[in-house]
């Protein structure tokens, strides 16, 4: 990690080494910037190097779209991604395809590059496997602008999430989504502590993949989110609730589960539930 305030600082080369990555294998871009310095502000940081990207010329542009790798391609297989790729394909499960994942994978980027003659790019730390499968089914549609200017929005999503983890400031990039949950006991008409809930991601096969795990405060809800400080990956998720740890071992109810869907990966999702010992409702809170 470094501050902004060395980067405005620090020569052009500290600049350029400690930024040259942000985007896949092309250093130009933080070059382009180097002289606009000293930024007030991540933000501005960012959307001077966003402005460079898209005001670069289309030859440049092709060639750090070429730069990316294929999502569960041959090199993540070979382990030759950069350090960066490996950890966001792992992020996205990429690294724990079945077979036949692997292989849906496998014809997917091959129809795309025989149709725009370039990888599939998409931000994959705002994604699970099976909206990235999604993406990769509706955008095979497009012509082959509007796919270029795709593949630069997503790649200045992914420099955007990179630029936050390498670079601390007094501002925050407006990046992070957050799932959050409130229990109430609607037979005493207060805040329910002490229930156990967990947080799964479901698979369009139904499988679930642990997430969090915690136990509600005084308040009723988990000391933090349950994901937050970072994107939610799109997709299906279940929360849990061991309503029977509260109510007793006589309860009506018992594990309470609340599957539901997130769209939109840099919002809040709060999933309360208001429950007594026969029964319990929910909706999306804020």
């Known amino acids: ?26 250093p130009w871009v933080a070059e382009a910037v180097a002289s606009q310095r000293p930024f007030a502000s991540l933000n501005a940081l960012y959307e001077a190097l966003a402005k460079a990207l898209r005001g670069a010329e289309p030859a440049k542009q092709k060639e750090l779209i070429q730069a990316h790798p294929d999502l569960a391609g041959k090199a993540a297989k070979a382990g ?20 036949a994942e692997y292989a ?24 699970t496997k099976d909206s990235i499968l999604r993406e990769f089914e509706r955008r095979v549609g497009n012509d082959p602008a509007q796919e270029t200017q795709t593949a630069l929005t997503e790649i200045l999503r992914i420099a955007a ?18 799932i959050t949950t409130h229990v109430l006991d609607t037979s005493s008409g207060k805040p329910a502590a002490g229930i156990p809930v967990e947080l799964f991601e479901v698979a369009a ?30 997709g299906s998720y279940e929360l849990r609730f061991d309503v029977g740890a509260y109510f007793g071992p006589d309860a009506f109810l018992g594990l309470v589960p609340i599957r539901f869907k997130v769209a939109e990966a840099e919002s809040h999702y709060h999933v309360p539930l208001l429950a007594s010992p026969w029964g319990y409702t929910t909706y999306r809170g804020s």
């Open 161 to 178: 999430l990179r630029l936050d983890q390498k670079v601390t400031a007094d501002d925050k990039l407006p990046l992070a989504g957050r």
């Open 1 to 26: 990690m470094t501050t902004l305030a060395e980067l405005n600082s620090g020569s052009k080369v500290a600049f350029v080494m400690a930024l040259g990555d942000v985007f896949e294998q092309s």
């Open 205 to 234: 096969d139904g499988t679930a993949r642990f997430i969090a795990r915690a136990v509600t405060n005084a308040d009723g809800r988990t000391d933090a989110p349950l994901i937050g400080g970072r994107p939610v990956p799109i």
């Open 104 to 127: 849906a994978f496998h014809r997917l980027n091959d129809s795309y590059r025989v149709k725009f003659g370039m990888p599939f790019i998409v931000c994959v730390r705002r994604h």
């Open 80 to 99: 030759t991604l950069t350090a960066d790729s490996t950890a966001e394909q792992a992020a996205a499960g990429l690294d724990r395809l079945s077979d």
